[in-house]
């Protein structure tokens, strides 16, 4: 089983729907979780950052860990076919800088 | 200010061949990375650099070297290459004391044929 996994996808909703992507994983040690998203060729770029359990609200973003769960997602509202890329989450457990990345899930907005 | 920068963007090298990735960010930052990403394997952590003059192992660290040229500058080597690794590489940088907070490069797309 892998530390982290991530429902590939793809995705594909309409304009304007509320998005709901979600990874869960193993090691209780974890305690930063980071959503990053990468549009097609180019390199992933950070776009949640959160410590701990509980959410984190950023525009029309927001980030939910529920670690009791190792569950945590992430919820696009309004979603905009800008939003169309793919979602990746990268966990730490805070003592040895490394990330642990689930696969990312494709996103597709339609107009 | 130009963020995490990589040389070449697109390289084809024969089995066998050597190379060397370069990365140079702008930012001040004091760790940088590489990875891999594949398709069905996502980013792969190849090494890292927690500050200048250290590097450590990551996940996949077999057939490359690195080296940490100063603060800026943080290259990939490849001394023989095998098919095994094409694939995208991407650099990335952090100035956050754990490290997770990471600045990507665009990549550089490898084949090995």
């Known amino acids: 089983q892998k530390e982290v996994e991530q429902d590939p996808g793809p995705l594909s909703v309409p304009e304007g729907a509320i998005v709901s992507l979600n990874c869960t994983y193993s090691n209780s040690a974890f305690q930063y979780f980071m959503w990053y998203r990468q549009y097609s060729r180019k390199g992933p770029e950070l776009l949640m950052y959160t410590y701990s359990s509980g959410n984190k609200e950023d525009g029309r973003f927001t980030a939910q860990v529920d670690k009791s769960s190792k569950y945590i997602s992430l919820f696009i509202r309004d979603s905009q076919p800008s939003d169309s890329a793919t979602y990746l989450c990268?966990?730490?457990?805070?003592?040895?800088?490394?990330?642990?990345w689930g696969l990312g899930t494709s996103l597709a907005v339609n107009p | 200010n130009a963020g995490v920068t990589q040389t070449p963007k697109f390289q084809v090298l024969k089995t066998g061949q050597s190379m060397t990735l370069q990365c140079a960010q702008d930012m001040n930052h004091n760790s940088m990375y590489w990875y891999r990403q594949d398709p069905g394997m996502g980013l792969r952590l190849i090494y890292y650099s927690a500050s200048e003059g250290t590097t450590d192992k990551g996940e996949v660290p077999n057939g490359y070297n690195v080296s940490r040229l100063n603060k800026r500058e943080f290259s990939l080597r490849l001394e023989s290459a095998a098919p095994s690794q094409t694939s995208v590489y991407f650099c990335?940088?952090?100035?956050?004391?754990?490290?997770?907070?990471?600045?990507f490069g665009p990549g550089t797309r490898l084949t090995v044929t």
């Open positions: 990335a940088s952090s100035s956050d004391s754990l490290g997770y907070e990471q600045y």
């Open positions: 990268a966990m730490g457990a805070g003592n040895n800088r490394k990330l642990i």
